[in-house]
């Protein structure tokens, strides 16, 4: 009887966390799978110290380290402005029209259709919904702006 009530208890358990499974969002999954992991890797590494085979769980750590780097910099993020190393510069000077034109991919002169048109097909790409760029679909939206002179309307 005992095992059954233990068996039913361990079934409750699980049907809930599925359950909750099926209705977390993606990067909670993720981080779920990056922490499984990472306890994982960290209780193999502890039995093989325990084992008397120490370098390769040293080994074995040192490929976590860059799974230890990303949850580093998730917890502490940039300073808000801050270019990320590497990351696009920050621009925040009026943009030309030469400069726009590039940004859409347009010759000088193009139509307004034409600039609509481009805007719509670059913003599908990097829309931040989409899990885009902020920084880019805000670049388009001014290249844009600055091409039909909404700027000047507002």
């Avoid at 095992?3 to 079934?11: C, P, R, S, Y």
């Avoid at 769980?57 to 270019?83: C, D, E, N, R, T």
Wanted: charged letters at 15%; zero cysteines; a positive charge.
């Amino acid at each position: 009887m005992l095992w059954l009530i233990l068996g039913g208890a361990v079934l409750f358990v699980f049907l809930g966390g599925l359950r909750a499974f099926e209705r977390a969002s993606v990067p909670t999954i993720k981080s779920l799978l990056a922490w499984l992991a990472a306890l994982g890797g960290l209780s193999l590494a502890l039995m093989l110290i325990l084992t008397g085979r120490g370098g390769i769980a040293i080994g074995a750590l040192v490929m976590f380290g860059p799974l230890l780097w990303q949850q580093w910099k998730g917890i502490h993020p940039p300073a808000p402005g801050a270019s990320p190393p590497g990351g696009p510069p920050r621009n925040t000077g009026p943009m030309s029209r030469t400069e726009a034109y590039e940004i859409l991919g347009l010759a000088p002169g193009a139509s307004e259709a034409d600039i609509r048109a481009a805007h719509r097909r670059l913003m599908r790409g990097v829309h931040p919904d989409s899990g885009g760029s902020d920084w880019l679909a805000t670049r388009i939206n001014q290249a844009r702006d600055v091409l039909l002179g909404l700027h000047n309307r507002r």
